[in-house]
């Protein structure tokens, strides 16, 4: 059974300094990776998606990137502002799942002005 | 053009009771999922259809909960008989396709609590 981990659960940062998210899976048989925000009583916004193909994906002052065979996920975000307060979630979607995403606990973060 | 909605966005129900959540997918996404996150942990999934059917419900918890999707658009969760444990929010999303690798698009959820 795919294990999604996200450590930490929690990190507060000033406003201003680069975040770094962490994500790992036990089974490297991925489709596909995808990194997902969520503010507080709301659903979830898609940030990015990385294909097992690929070794990251950038969005803007978002970066990720996969490494199947250590079975990691990490996005960065640049510059962070108080606005990226939120908590961030990734999911795997494991080969021969019909697309059902196995995600993490998530990472809430406070980024202070 | 529109995302996902759910209705409704809050329902507060008494233990025994019977109770549907509805999903309006994005126009024209043939797959549609369902989830359910607890507080403090990341969504669990529930149910895929993929058209009319449904190809995977291997994680719907037991025999009280069920779904539909009788014209391969809009879906709707029925729980029987709630518990206090079946109190969670309750996402539904969709993507284009029937491939695993189709971003899904999220609905903002239906928050359920059995007193």
């Known amino acids: 059974k795919q294990e999604v981990t996200q450590i930490p659960a929690a990190l507060s940062v000033p406003e201003g300094e680069n975040l770094v998210l962490n994500c790992s899976f036990t089974?490297?048989?991925?489709?596909?990776l995808q990194w997902f925000r969520q503010d507080p009583g709301k659903g979830l916004t898609s940030l990015l998606l990385i294909q097992s193909s690929q070794r990251e994906q950038t969005s803007g002052r978002l970066n990720a990137s996969l490494d199947k065979s250590s079975g990691r996920s990490t996005l960065y975000i640049a510059a962070s502002q108080p606005g990226d307060s939120a908590t961030y979630l990734c999911a795997a979607t494991l080969v021969d799942s019909w697309g059902k995403l196995q995600f993490g606990a998530g990472t809430q973060v406070v980024v202070t002005p | 053009g529109a995302g996902v909605s759910q209705t409704p966005s809050n329902k507060v129900t008494e233990k025994g009771k019977y109770v549907e959540l509805r999903c309006d997918p994005i126009?024209?996404?043939?797959?549609l999922y369902w989830y359910r996150q607890s507080l403090g942990q990341g969504p669990e999934f529930l149910i895929y259809?993929?058209?009319?059917?449904?190809?995977?419900d291997s994680g719907l918890p037991n025999d009280r909960f069920f779904a539909v999707r009788p014209e391969g658009s809009v879906s709707t969760l029925k729980i029987q008989r709630t518990e206090r444990g079946d109190s969670a929010v309750y996402l539904c999303?969709?993507?284009?396709?029937?491939?695993?690798?189709?971003?899904?698009?999220f609905g903002p959820g239906t928050r359920l609590t059995v007193l």
């Open positions: 089974d490297s048989a991925i489709y596909n």
């Open positions: 999303a969709s993507s284009q396709g029937a491939l695993a690798y189709n971003e899904q698009f």
């Open positions: 259809f993929q058209g009319t059917g449904a190809a995977d």
């Open positions: 126009s024209g996404h043939t797959a």
